[in-house]
């Protein structure tokens, strides 16, 4: 297939890449300040960006060519490097031009401050499932985290055009809370939250990242 392949890491022992994970991992790091994880993550998912030849992986083929799922996090990393490297940051906004529709406008908006992917957001919201309640978030549904990072734009950079992703945001933790009146989790005897028997974990894990980005978004908006 002639695709580089070097980079990056394996999902687990099994000597398998998952690129779409790993894409979701990178957007995780940069919230995070992760960068030496991302030294390592962006350089072979922007190989794999630059192919011209689809990458065949059964989990990231999802919009015919599964590059398209890395330019998101693509974004997501110039942010990192803008200061330590900026001709290699500028290099990863040019490529990150298309992907989950929601997820990449919201890391091109941040990484560009270009008002044009705002723009699409508030235009496309309906279709692109951005009041959709849902409180699952995790590499292959990103919906929740999307709109988390909206409500920040709203608290603390005053755009009061996201006023209403505050109120997803909100709903999200109401959601989670047991025996609140919204509440639609699921925890165990031990008070573990509980969303599916297959890597139950990594819910837990992910949920518990955005439970702890919102409170810090809410303490810098006060």
């Known amino acids: 297939m002639q695709v580089d392949l070097v980079g990056g890491y394996y999902d687990a022992g099994d000597n398998v890449k998952f690129g779409f994970p790993m894409a979701f991992n990178s957007a995780v790091g940069l919230l995070i300040t992760f960068s030496k994880q991302l030294h390592i993550q962006t350089p072979f998912m922007f190989r794999l960006v630059m192919q011209t030849r689809p990458f065949l992986s059964g989990k990231t083929r999802r919009h015919g060519h599964s590059k398209d799922c890395f ?3 693509t974004a997501a990393a110039s942010l990192v490097f803008r200061r330590s490297d900026p001709t290699y940051s500028k290099l990863l906004v040019r490529r990150a031009i298309k992907d989950e529709l929601l997820w990449g406008a919201v890391w091109l908006h941040r990484a560009t401050k270009n008002p044009t992917y705002l723009n699409y957001i508030q235009v496309n919201r309906q279709t692109l499932g951005a009041a959709e309640f849902d409180n699952t ?11 988390i990072i909206l409500s920040k734009a709203f608290l603390v950079q005053r755009l009061q055009s996201l006023h209403d992703y505050k109120g997803h945001a909100d709903n999200f933790i109401g959601s989670l809370i047991p025996n609140a009146p ?5 925890y165990t005897p031990g008070r573990l939250l509980f969303k599916m028997s297959d890597s139950n974990m990594q819910y837990v894990t ?4 955005l439970l702890l980005t919102y409170a810090k978004y809410l303490t810098s908006a006060h």
Do not use: C, I, L, P
């Not at 919204?182 to 699921?186: G, L, M, P, Q, R």
């Not at 992910?206 to 990242?209: E, L």
């Open 71 to 73: 330019q998101s996090e």
């Open 206 to 209: 992910s949920t518990s990242f």
């Open 137 to 147: 978030y995790g590499w292959d549904n990103k919906h929740v985290g999307a709109r």
């Open 182 to 186: 919204f509440s639609s989790a699921k």
